[in-house]
């Protein structure tokens, strides 16, 4: 497709369930960023990929989030025990470079019950 | 602590008047600036961006001004069109090695027919 695309759109879990967010960027994007945006905020930084590495994770909030991009194009984003405070949306964005203009794909809506 | 601030929650205009979106940051280190706008069930599109040896830069409607004293930035849509009506965020970046985006928490601007 032309621009970022994100699976599911909606998800609904229960509290210490495993998920699994996918994002496909757009194609020879090499810069995989993943946000997250709680009601009434704007995204917050949760990790960047440069290839199939994660250049920083810094904002991961904490080990039950984990992030993969083996083949430097697809990424999967990945939240162990889920919690209800990890209800939020999901924002995958990609880039030509580490500087470039950064494209949102639509998001994937959290929903910890 | 919230790096990127946008204190106006809301902003209603009449169209064909001109709307004033506000930003302020607090770290010194942010060199480039840009303001995405974000429909419902949509991820945020890019509208304009600035750079810290810039004070002004302008794209047809838009206008975004930047008071690096101040550490306060602006975006000027003039004249408002009702497809305007969006959520506003004001977004920053450094050039050291981090390459996430430090969001403010938005601006709804609605644009009245």
């Known amino acids: 497709g032309a621009g970022v695309s994100q699976t599911p759109s909606n998800k609904v879990t229960e509290k210490g369930k495993y998920v699994e967010l996918r994002c496909d960027p757009i194609s020879g994007h090499t810069a995989l960023y993943w946000y997250r945006q709680s009601l009434g905020q704007g995204p917050e930084f949760l990790i960047y990929f440069q290839g199939t590495g994660a250049a920083d994770d810094s904002g991961l909030p904490n080990d039950r989030f984990f992030a993969v991009r083996p083949e430097g194009s697809v990424s999967t984003l990945k939240i162990q025990r889920t919690e209800r405070g990890d209800s939020a949306v999901y924002l995958c964005a990609s880039s030509l470079s580490s500087v470039g203009e950064q494209f949102f794909g639509p998001g994937t809506r959290l929903t910890v019950l | 602590d919230q790096q990127v601030k946008q204190n106006s929650p809301s902003l209603s205009v009449q169209e064909g008047r001109i709307s004033i979106l506000n930003c302020d940051y607090t770290?010194?280190?942010?060199?480039?600036f840009l303001w995405y706008k974000k429909y419902p069930a949509e991820g945020p599109t890019f509208l304009i961006s600035i750079s810290s040896i810039k004070d002004k830069n302008e794209d047809g409607r838009f206008t975004v001004f930047l008071n690096k004293s101040a550490k306060h930035l602006s975006l000027h849509i003039v004249p408002s069109q009702p497809g305007d009506s969006a959520v506003y965020f004001c977004a920053a970046r450094s050039s050291g090695s981090a390459r996430q985006l430090t969001f403010g928490s938005g601006t709804q601007l609605t644009v009245l027919p």
């Open positions: 770290n010194s280190m942010f060199d480039y």
